[in-house]
C-alpha cells in the first residue's frame, strides 16, 4: 500500500497548477488589454480566442482516457504543460505580429490558443487524478484549498510580475516576457511532479487500460454517480461563472460606480474568495465532525451563494443604501466554500465506479466545467440584456438575472443531494458483492 502524499507533495503539486494559471492569465488578460487597446482591435477578437480556448477542453475525457491506458499520469501533465507553454509564447508572438500583419497574426493565435486549450485540457485533467490517487480522504478539502489557492498565487504574481517588467510597452518586450513565463511554468512543472508517481510506480502497477474511447465514455456514462456529477458540475459552474461579466457593469449602472471603483469591487470579489478556500479546510480542522464531509460543504456553499446572488438582486432593487461591497464580499466566500467542496468531491468520486477510468470520469467532469464557464458568461450578459429589453429598467434587468442565478445554485444544492444518493447506492451494492463473495469462499 503506497504512503499516501505528505503535505509538502501536496504542495509540490500546487507548484504545477501555479504555473498552469501563471501562462493562462497572461494569454487572457494582459494579451486581451494589449489587442484591444495597444493595438486598437475590437474586442470580440480576444472573447472568440478565450471561447477557442475553451472549446478544445471537450476533449478532456479523451486524454484522461489516454493516460488510463498508460496507466502513468506524469508524461500527461508534462507533455501538456509544455504544449500550454509553447501555446502561450506562441501567442505572445501573434499579438505582437498583429502590429504588422493582422490576418497572419490572428491566424497564428488561433493555432496558439488551440494549443493553450489542449494543454491546459491534458494536464489539468491528469493532475487531478494524480493529486486525487495520492491523497488521503480526509485531507481532500484541505489539498483542493491549497492547489487551487497556489493556481490563484499564480495569477497574481504574474500579473505583478509582467506588469512590471512590461512597462514601457513594445511587442518584443512582451514576446520576452510571455517567454520567460513559460519557462518558470515548465521549471515549476519538474520540481512539482519529480518522483511523485515514481513512489506510485515502486509498488505494483496495474496492467494498461485497453479499448476504445468510445467503450471507456460509455462505460463511465452508465455510472449514475459519474452521469449526475457531471450534470451536476455544469449547471453548478454555469450559476458560478454566468456573474463574472456583468458584476462591474451592474456596479456602474445601478450604483455609478467609477471603473477604478468597480475594478477594486473585482479585488473584494477575489478576495472573498480566498478565504471561503481556507474556510472548509480550517473549519474542518476545528470542527472534526465536519471534516471531509464534503457533501454538507458543497450543498452549504450552492445555497450561501444561492443568498449571496439573492442579496445582489435586492441592491438592484434598493440602490445606493445597500451594502454592495459587503455583498459582493460574501458572494466570493460563498463561491469559494462551494469551489474548493466541488473540487473535493471530484477528487472523492473520482475512483468510485468501474477500475482504471479515473481519467474518463476527471476528463468528462472537467470537460463539463470547461464548457459551463465558456458559455456561462456569454449566456450572462445575454440574459441581462434580453432582460433590459423586456423590462426596461437596467435595476429590474440585473435583479431578474441574479435572482435566475440563485435559483441555479439552488438546482445545484439538489443535485449534489442527488450525487450523494448515488455514491450511497453504488458504496451498498458493492459491499453486498464484497459480502457475496466473501460467502462463496466460505462456502467453497
Same mark, same amino acid.
Given at each position: 500500500m503506497m504512503r499516501p502524499l505528505s503535505w509538502l507533495g501536496i504542495v509540490r503539486m500546487g507548484l504545477v497548477q501555479t504555473g498552469l494559471g501563471a501562462i493562462v492569465v497572461l494569454t487572457t488578460s494582459t494579451l486581451n488589454r494589449v489587442m484591444v487597446v495597444e493595438l486598437a482591435l475590437p474586442a470580440m477578437l480576444p472573447g472568440a480566442l478565450v471561447a477557442i480556448h475553451y472549446a478544445l477542453q471537450v476533449f478532456r475525457p479523451a486524454w484522461g482516457h489516454g493516460s488510463d491506458r498508460g496507466a502513468r499520469r506524469t508524461p500527461w501533465i508534462i507533455g501538456g504543460m509544455a504544449v500550454l507553454a509553447l501555446g502561450g509564447f506562441l501567442a505572445a508572438v501573434a499579438t505582437a505580429w498583429m502590429a504588422t500583419q493582422p490576418l497572419f497574426g490572428v491566424a497564428l493565435a488561433i493555432v496558439a490558443f488551440c494549443l493553450i486549450g489542449g494543454g491546459v485540457g491534458a494536464a489539468g485533467t491528469s493532475l487531478l487524478v494524480l493529486l486525487a490517487k495520492r491523497v488521503d480522504?480526509?485531507?481532500?478539502?484541505?489539498?483542493?484549498?491549497?492547489?487551487?489557492?497556489?493556481?490563484?498565487?499564480?495569477?497574481?504574481?504574474?500579473?505583478?510580475?509582467?506588469?512590471?517588467?512590461?512597462?514601457?510597452?513594445?511587442?518584443?518586450?512582451?514576446?520576452?516576457?510571455?517567454?520567460?513565463?513559460?519557462?518558470?511554468?515548465?521549471?515549476?512543472?519538474?520540481?512539482?511532479?519529480?518522483g511523485i508517481e515514481g513512489k506510485l510506480a515502486a509498488g505494483p502497477v496495474a496492467a494498461p487500460e485497453k479499448g476504445s474511447f468510445r467503450a471507456a465514455i460509455k462505460e463511465v456514462w452508465a455510472e449514475p454517480q459519474a452521469r449526475r456529477f457531471a450534470i451536476f458540475v455544469f449547471v453548478s459552474m454555469l450559476a458560478y461563472s454566468a456573474q463574472d461579466l456583468i458584476l462591474e457593469p451592474f456596479a456602474g449602472a445601478v450604483f455609478a460606480f467609477?471603473?477604478?471603483?468597480?475594478?477594486?469591487?473585482?479585488?473584494?470579489?477575489?478576495?472573498?474568495?480566498?478565504?471561503?478556500?481556507?474556510?472548509?479546510?480550517?473549519?474542518?480542522?476545528?470542527?472534526?465532525?465536519?471534516?471531509?464531509?464534503?457533501?454538507?460543504?458543497?450543498?452549504? !456553499?450552492?445555497? #450561501? %451563494?444561492?443568498? $449571496?446572488? /439573492?442579496? @445582489? &438582486?435586492?441592491? +438592484?432593487?434598493?440602490?445606493? *443604501?445597500?451594502?454592495?461591497?459587503?455583498?459582493?464580499?460574501?458572494?466570493?466566500?460563498?463561491?469559494?466554500?462551494y469551489a474548493v467542496a466541488?473540487?473535493?468531491?471530484?477528487?472523492?468520486?473520482?475512483?468510485?465506479?468501474?477500475?482504471?477510468?479515473?481519467?474518463?470520469?476527471?476528463?468528462?467532469?472537467?470537460?463539463?466545467?470547461?464548457?459551463?464557464?465558456?458559455?456561462?458568461?456569454?449566456? !450572462?450578459?445575454? #440574459? %441581462?440584456?434580453? $432582460?433590459? /429589453?423586456? @423590462? &426596461?429598467?437596467? +435595476?429590474?434587468?440585473?435583479? *431578474?438575472?441574479?435572482?435566475?442565478?440563485?435559483?441555479?445554485?439552488?438546482?445545484?444544492?439538489?443535485?449534489?443531494v442527488w450525487v450523494h444518493r448515488a455514491q450511497q447506492r453504488s458504496a451498498r451494492s458493492a459491499g453486498r458483492d464484497v459480502d457475496l463473495s466473501n460467502a462463496a469462499v466460505a462456502g467453497g
Open positions: 480522504d480526509k485531507r481532500r478539502a484541505a489539498a483542493a484549498t491549497i492547489v487551487w489557492v497556489m493556481m490563484i498565487a499564480g495569477f497574481i504574481v504574474t500579473t505583478g510580475f509582467a506588469g512590471h517588467l512590461l512597462d514601457p510597452f513594445s511587442p518584443s518586450r512582451l514576446v520576452a516576457v510571455s517567454g520567460g513565463v513559460s519557462l518558470i511554468a515548465m521549471l515549476l512543472t519538474f520540481i512539482g511532479v519529480w467609477t471603473p477604478g471603483e468597480t475594478t477594486k469591487l473585482s479585488s473584494v470579489q477575489h478576495g472573498g474568495t480566498l478565504l471561503g478556500m481556507a474556510l472548509v479546510p480550517l473549519i474542518g480542522a476545528l470542527l472534526p465532525k465536519t471534516r471531509g464531509n464534503l457533501k454538507v460543504w458543497t450543498v452549504g !456553499g450552492c445555497i #450561501a %451563494s444561492a443568498l $449571496a446572488l /439573492l442579496g @445582489l &438582486s435586492t441592491a +438592484a432593487m434598493v440602490g445606493g *443604501s445597500w451594502p454592495l461591497r459587503e455583498n459582493v464580499f460574501l458572494l466570493g466566500v460563498t463561491n469559494g466554500a466541488a473540487i473535493g468531491s471530484m477528487m472523492e468520486l473520482v475512483s468510485a465506479g468501474g477500475e482504471k477510468r479515473e481519467g474518463v470520469r476527471m476528463g468528462l467532469w472537467g470537460a463539463a466545467q470547461a464548457i459551463a464557464f465558456g458559455i456561462g458568461g456569454f449566456v !450572462g450578459t445575454l #440574459a %441581462s440584456d434580453v $432582460a433590459r /429589453l423586456i @423590462l &426596461s429598467s437596467p +435595476a429590474l434587468s440585473y435583479a *431578474s438575472v441574479f435572482a435566475a442565478e440563485a435559483g441555479l445554485f439552488v438546482v445545484s444544492a439538489v443535485m449534489a
